[in-house]
């Protein structure tokens, strides 16, 4: 099992949602910091689903080069 890290993105793919298709979850505490309370959020909406919902395929890590720059800079 891969040891996941609270507010972490995932690249990840259920069977029961999405249609199988591969997408991105956050590592949420919303529920509690104990990990048997995390969930998995869906980026982009308020949806939480369990955590053995999903298959975890890899962290996404952030870029290294190029960071975001704010739009006021």
Known sequence: MTV????????????????GQTTV?????IFGDD???????????????????FDIIARVDPPECNPLRQAAE
Not at 4 to 19: D, M, Q, R
Not at 35 to 53: F, K, N, R
């Open 35 to 53: 990990p048997d309370y995390w969930t998995l959020a869906i980026v982009g909406s308020d949806q939480h689903h369990m955590i053995d919902e």
């Open 4 to 19: 996941l890290v609270p507010y972490a993105f995932y690249w990840a793919i259920s069977g029961k949602h999405f249609a």
């Open 25 to 29: 979850v956050q590592v949420s505490t």
